[in-house]
């Protein structure tokens, strides 16, 4: 079955934007905090004024810690075809730590503090042939990084 359009895994967890992604958070006007997913109220308890904005996060970040997943989640969260993966956490501007599936490395090329980029990929196709896109992090195509002699076991 032909693929017709796409949606996203859920409304309001990321959009298009030129010719990438941003995530859909909260920014607090009072405090500084930056959430995500987007947050009804400033959430810091020191915040007297609880003022929240959306704001766009990303689409750069800095890993900062990773997992291999490697047992296939309840059909909640289902992928096809489903494969070991690996989950990433990525520290974006500001300071705000977001979870995600990364892709475009090898478990192997992984290393903590590369830099990431947001990006969207089809999770799986839903039963009216739609894409279902989730986003994720890939490894950013960094000047330092195209660097003769850089790499993962630099």
Known sequence: MPIMESVPIVEGLFESVGEGIRLLGTHCTSCGAHYFPRSLSCRNPFCREKKIV???LGPDGTLYSYTLQTYQPPPLFRMAPWAPYVIGLVEL??????????TGCAPG???IGMPMQLTSETLYCNEEGRAVLTYKFKPANTAADAAPGRGANS
């Open 93 to 102: 501007p500001h300071g705000i730590r977001v979870m995600g599936m990364l």
């Open 109 to 111: 090329e992984i290393r």
């Open 54 to 56: 959306d704001t766009l």
